[in-house]
Nanobody
Framework: QVQLVESGGGLVQPGGSLRLSCAAS????????ISWFRQAPGKVREGVAC???????????YYAESVKGRFTISRDTVKNTVYLQMNSLKFEDTAVYYC???????????????????WGQGTQVTVSS
């Protein structure tokens, strides 16, 4: 069973940083690619970043153009956690952020969520002065 638990959201000023965490089991990280999505009120869900499973041996990471150079996805295999480090935050980064799992690798359509099978409950990120 795949369970994903997000944490780390909150209120931050523009230009600030936050780190989101997605806790999962070791087997989940071994077998499933983990992505971060976000959805702001009235907007379409957006794929933010993706990292393929450990067993896939695909070490690449993928990012939406809107966050490249500012966000970093990473994985801690000791803590069984995937992180999303968010720097230089902007007002438009305000959204509910979801951790999600797709089988094995970040597919060509990872960012639209069509291959995603499991979702976390979400954590609110608010960028405001």
């Amino acid at each position: 069973q795949v369970q994903l638990v997000e944490s780390g959201g909150g209120l931050v000023q523009p230009g600030g940083s936050l780190r989101l965490s997605c806790a999962a089991s070791a087997s989940t990280l071994n077998l499933w690619a983990i992505s971060w999505f976000r959805q702001a009120p009235g907007k379409v869900r957006e794929g933010v970043a993706c990292i393929s499973s450990i067993d896939s041996r695909d070490g690449r990471t993928y990012y939406a153009e809107s966050v490249k150079g500012r966000f970093t996805i990473s994985r801690d295999t000791v803590k069984n956690t995937v992180y999303l480090q968010m720097n230089s935050l902007k007002f438009e980064d305000t959204a509910v952020y979801y951790c999600a799992a797709e089988w094995s690798v970040c597919g060509g359509l990872w960012s639209d969520g069509s291959e995603t099978e499991h979702w976390g409950q979400g954590t609110q990120v608010t960028v405001s002065s």
